[in-house]
Each structure stands twice: as C-alpha cells, then as structure tokens.
C-alpha cells in the first residue's frame, strides 16, 4: 500500500530559483575586499576562492534547475539590500514568525533565534539591511541520491560548506551554516506503508518514510492503514531527520522503544557520495551509527523504513494542580515530589507521561497509556489523588480514551500536520536516572534543583516520562542513558523577538551556567539527549550526549566522512573544527 503526501505549494514568491547573481548579492560583493584565507577554511562569499557565477550555473545545470539562491523570508521587512520591501507582507510575516511552518516549507530557512542573530529579522528596524548571516548561500531542492552526490562533488571540488535542511528545527545548528550548500529535503514527500516487510532480524508491518515526511504526516498515514508509528511529540519535526538519527523520544517510546530503535533501514548518501543502504544485516556500522548517533553527521538520509504497530484505544488523562495562597507553597512542592516518587509505577505497563511544572502550577499534558481502559488510569491515579486531597491542594482529573494514536495525538499535541510547539524554544536537556527517583533524598534533591529553576517565573521544566528499559532493539548508538533513565526533562522558556538581543542572550546565559549545572548535580552520572541541548552547553558533550559509543562512532565518521565535509556542533567529529570571526568553518 502506497500513499503519496502532498505538501503546501511553494509559489515564486516563496523561493527565487537560480539565477547567476541576485543583483543585490552582486552589490554586495562588489563593494566587499576579495579576502584570500587559509585553505583550511571552507569558503563564503566575498573570498577570493568563492565559486564563480559559472560553477553555479554548471550546478544548477546538473540538479535540473533546481539550485535556489538565498533570498531570507524577512526580507520583504527591510529597504536594502533586496528588492520588495512591503510593510503588510512583513505585517503577517510578524504575525506568523513563531509557527514552525513558516520556515519548513522555505529552503534555507531554519527556526533557531539564536542563529537568525537578528541578521534579518522581521522585527527589526526596515532601515537595518537584510543580511544573510548564518544562512546558507544556496540550496538544492533534493529529490534523489543524483542530486546529493552532485551537492557533495561540487562541495569538495569548490570548498564550500555542505549542510542538509529538512525541517530547520535543530537547536545547535545543523541545518544550516554560513555560506554554505544546503541539502533541502523536505519535498521528498513519499510514504509507503508495508505490510509484511521481511529481513533477518524482522518479520511485520513497516513504513518507508522519506525524509522530508513530518511526523503528523506520517501519524496520519500509519492510521490510515490502521497503524501507529513512533514518532515525536512536536508532529512538525522530519521523522527520518535528526529525530530519529538523534534517539527519538515519543509518547510511544516505553511501549515500542526509542525511535532508532525501529529503523529497518536508512536509505543514504554517505559523505564520501556513495549511495548505500543500511540494515542490521548490511553495512551495519552505518546502520548502527545513524541509529542514535546524531543527524547530519555520517551521510544523507533519503528515507527509513520503520516498524509501525497495530493500532487501538489510548486511554489517557490530563491532570492539573497548583496554588494561588502562598500558604500553600510547601504542600504544592511535596505533592510534586511524591509525583516524582510514583513515576516507575506510573510508566510500567508501557505509559509513558508528558509534563510541565512552574513555579506555582503542575499539569500532565498527556497520561498514555496505550491499549488499555478508562479504569486503568483510575487504578493508577488513585493513590496520588488522595495525597493531593491529603495536602488541601486543588486539582482538576480529565480523564479520557481515544479509540485511535491519531486521534490521541491530535487532541492533546494537533492539530496536525504541524502541531502547536513554537519553534522558539531555549532549553537544554537531562536524563533523569530511575535510581534518583526511587530514593527519597536523591528525589527531594531532584525536586529542589526544580524548585530553584522556575522560581522566578522565568523558566518552567518540561519531562517526557518513558521507561526503555526493557525495549527490544538491534544493537544501535542510542545514549545508553537512556536505558537507565525515567524521564527527559527540559528547562524551558522562549525567546521573545520584541525583546533586546543582549536581554535573550542573558537569559540563555543563566540557562547553562545556573539552572543546567544545577540540575545536574542531582542527577550524576546520567546524560541529556543530543536533539534538545544548548548550543551554549558547558558540560563533557562526548560522553553527556554519545557515552560509552563515542570513539566508535568517531571511527564510523572517519569511514564515511574521509574528507569530513559534513559539521554540526557537538557532532561526532565536530572538535576538529571551530568557526572564525567571519563565520567561517575552518579546521583546527
């Protein structure tokens, strides 16, 4: 059974297809000095080793007239130096700013505030120029391995720089780079549900997923066919991208395992431009790396096959509690810990938990608990209800079932296809250990470091409440932590774009430096999960986000990436590397 899945067009508006030089990029480079650099350093505009306007032309050529030259979105905000200022169009673009489709269906555009660096920003002043900042130069509307190999020839053969863009979503980085050549994935749109897929190792219903499927795409096709497959909480997020190479955590993952714990197979263009596909039975050092080991880093993944899973009824709740008298203060935080106490009971049988907790309120998202009934949550729930009654604290209990995931999903996290997460998000990440919370003064740690954290009101604490332990999976690279953890929580807040530059840059300061360390100390010998961390992060990343696997995956890197074309911060391989004054990524 086949599905194709249609995305939004993309009007000539949208995009500027290849031309030899947008005049206002010429202007630009015009009045700019020619700069020579140490061939160490990939190159970007305005070097004197920078391709000419014929290696372009000769590249679009070979991709079909695909190759798109960067034109950012908020340059309808700004007066120069591109044409088509227009005060209403920037009005909406405002408007929509935070919406992750705003950037996913737009090649180079990627979501991180932090790396739009204001470089051209909607709200800035008109009068600021539009500059391309971190932004790739160009990009290749992917639709095959052709195009790839052609991206990594010219890439080598030119020394520019080479990122892969689906989504945009990742937070350090990855998804673009400073004058760089950027894979555009996203309209490899094709997923295909299979029914009986056979290997070796598996014998069941899977789903070929092209990279550029998100996951409410892909939730929606798997139900179609009346199945589930695991993918994140944020539906807006390629399935086949950094998620799933990063480890994936899902509100599926204590029933079926990470994400990379169901790759049947990874479809990729190594970085060395060798079309290859990946198993557990074939190339299995590539298969086990892009199993975890992070995005962007070995090859180009053109597609996955995955397990999906029978669909059923998801029972489930969404429970609040917190308090307006600040006599209250100490009843609310014990009744947070006792929650803490009660999560290994809680995500047995497969449930797993979302959660956020301020300063003042606590509300579970999403109690899932999967194929099971409305009783189930009562049973479960109970124990804990009557130590809130015990403590005087007020709650609000909504149970629920939905009789498909899909419908689940679409309740708490839709609407689908995008979902409601910004993609505005400051955060790092920690694994909490099960041990910690089994033990009442490491747990009462645990709880303070919270406490501290979202008492001023400026962060709050996300978890995903999963237990892995006991998952099936083929040898892979997911952190091992995580089968030792009981939770992945997430300090939180936003960037707010009416705010001063230096105002965010504070507060993601006091992020790493505070709040990180902080919680960390309560939670030793763990991890964080590699797809939702800082850029800023000061902690040991080899062994905080890759473990005990890290020098494997290094040899992996160095097989399949020999010219180490492929960079995104704190990738396997990524200290070899360092960003000069100018942008550029250089070695060494």
Request: with cysteine.
């Given at each position: 059974m086949r599905f194709f899945i249609c995305t939004k067009s993309i009007t000539k508006s949208s995009i500027m297809p290849f031309f030899p030089v947008v005049p206002a990029l010429a202007g630009m480079c015009a009045l700019a000095l020619l700069t020579g650099v140490d061939a160490a350093c990939r190159s970007i505009p305005g070097d004197a080793d920078w391709p000419s306007s014929e290696h372009w032309t000769a590249l679009n050529t070979t991709v079909q007239g695909r190759l798109i030259q960067t034109v950012p979105q908020a340059s309808i905000c700004h007066t120069s130096p591109f044409a088509g200022f227009d005060a209403d169009a920037c009005s909406t673009l405002q408007s929509t700013w935070a919406l992750t489709e705003t950037y996913e269906v737009k090649p180079a555009e990627f979501m991180n505030a932090y790396y739009?660096?204001?470089?051209?920003?909607?709200?800035?002043?008109?009068?600021?120029?539009c500059e391309l900042g971190n932004y790739a130069a160009y990009s290749i509307d992917?639709?095959?391995?052709?195009?790839?190999?052609?991206?990594?020839?010219?890439?080598?053969?030119?020394?520019?720089?080479?990122?892969?863009?689906?989504?945009?979503?990742?937070?350090?980085?990855?998804?673009?780079?400073?004058?760089?050549?950027?894979?555009?994935?996203?309209?490899?749109?094709?997923?295909?549900?299979?029914?009986?897929?056979?290997?070796?190792?598996?014998?069941?219903?899977?789903?070929?997923?092209?990279?550029?499927?998100?996951?409410?795409?892909?939730?929606?096709?798997?139900?179609?066919?009346?199945?589930?497959?695991?993918?994140?909480?944020?539906?807006?997020?390629?399935?086949?991208?950094?998620?799933?190479?990063?480890?994936?955590?899902?509100?599926?993952?204590?029933?079926?395992?990470?994400?990379?714990?169901?790759?049947?197979?990874?479809?990729?263009?190594?970085?060395?431009?060798?079309?290859?596909?990946?198993?557990?039975?074939?190339?299995?050092?590539?298969?086990?790396?892009?199993?975890?080991?992070?995005?962007?880093?070995?090859?180009?993944?053109?597609?996955?096959?995955?397990?999906?899973?029978p669909d059923g009824p998801i029972a489930s709740a969404i429970l609040t509690f917190g308090f307006n008298d600040t006599t209250q203060e100490t009843n609310y935080w014990e009744a947070v810990e006792l929650w803490f106490q009660s999560l290994p009971t809680f995500v047995a049988n497969n449930n797993s938990i979302l959660l956020s907790i301020a300063n003042d309120s606590f509300q579970v998202i999403g109690f899932t608990l999967p194929d099971q009934a409305a009783s189930a949550v009562d049973s479960l729930l109970d124990p804990f209800i009557a130590d809130l009654k015990r403590l005087d604290i007020t709650y609000t209990l909504t149970p629920n079932v939905s009789t498909t995931y899909v419908n689940y999903f679409n309740s708490i996290l839709g609407p689908i296809p995008y979902g409601p997460f910004p993609p505005t998000e400051v955060w790092t990440s920690r694994l909490i250990p099960r041990s910690i919370v089994a033990n009442a003064t490491t747990n009462a740690n645990l709880i303070d470091a919270f406490r501290q954290t979202v008492a001023d009101g400026t962060f709050s604490v996300g978890c995903n409440v999963i237990s892995v332990a006991d998952a099936q999976h083929p040898d892979n690279s997911v952190l091992p932590a995580w089968r030792n953890a009981i939770a992945q929580c997430n300090p939180t807040t936003y960037w707010d774009f009416q705010a001063p530059l230096e105002t965010n840059l504070a507060i993601k300061e006091e992020l790493v430096s505070v709040y990180t360390p902080l919680i960390e100390e309560a939670t030793p010998d763990s991890g964080v999960y590699l797809n939702e961390i800082d850029p800023w992060y000061k902690g040991d990343w080899k062994q905080e986000m890759y473990g005990a696997g890290y020098d494997r995956l290094l040899s992996i890197k160095q097989k399949y990436d020999p010219h180490q074309l492929l960079y995104g911060q704190f990738a396997v391989g990524s200290d070899e590397f360092s960003i000069d004054e100018s942008g550029r990524l250089c070695t060494g």
């Open positions: 739009q660096n204001q470089s051209c920003d909607p709200f800035t002043d008109s009068s600021k120029p992917v639709t095959g391995p052709d195009d790839v190999i052609a991206a990594i020839n010219f890439a080598h053969e030119q020394n520019v720089r080479l990122v892969v863009k689906s989504t945009g979503h990742d937070y350090v980085g990855k998804s673009t780079g400073k004058g760089a050549l950027s894979l555009w994935m996203f309209n490899l749109k094709t997923a295909e549900v299979i029914e009986q897929y056979e290997s070796e190792t598996y014998t069941g219903p899977a789903m070929k997923i092209g990279s550029g499927i998100i996951g409410g795409e892909a939730i929606a096709v798997a139900a179609e066919a009346g199945y589930r497959v695991v993918g994140g909480e944020c539906a807006s997020v390629s399935l086949a991208g950094g998620y799933t190479q990063g480890g994936g955590h899902s509100m599926l993952n204590s029933a079926y395992g990470m994400a990379a714990d169901n790759v049947l197979e990874w479809e990729v263009v190594t970085a060395a431009g060798e079309y290859l596909v990946a198993t557990p039975e074939n190339n299995t050092d590539l298969y086990w790396a892009l199993s975890g080991g992070g995005g962007g880093t070995y090859g180009v993944v053109l597609s996955m096959t995955t397990k999906v899973y």
